[in-house]
């Protein structure tokens, strides 16, 4: 993306970079703590166990249970149901 300072992609930085790899750690944390807490809001989805990934079980809930303001509207199964 465009950015207001110069930047440089580097893939696989993680394995390369000590602050890149703990930056890592702390995203994964912070997303499975907020997918929690999503998971009390709106249960049945399977959020607590999928961490917003798109498992057979998360997409029988959204059948089931209907699209949420949480749901991605770019997620396939999440466009099918909205006939978007």
Not at 4 to 10: D, E, G, K, V, Y
Not at 15 to 24: G, N, R
Not at 30 to 43: K, N, Q, V, Y
């Amino acid at each position: 993306p465009t950015l207001a300072c110069p930047a440089r992609t580097l893939v696989g930085g993680d394995a390369l970079s000590l602050s890149i790899a703990a930056a890592s750690i702390i995203a994964k944390v912070t997303r499975d703590r907020l997918m929690a807490e999503l998971a009390g809001e709106c249960p049945g989805y399977g959020w607590e166990r999928n961490m917003g990934y798109g498992t057979a079980e998360h997409r029988e809930a959204l059948v089931r249970l209907g699209v949420t303001r949480h749901h991605r509207r770019s997620f396939a199964p999440v466009r099918a149901l909205i006939g978007a």
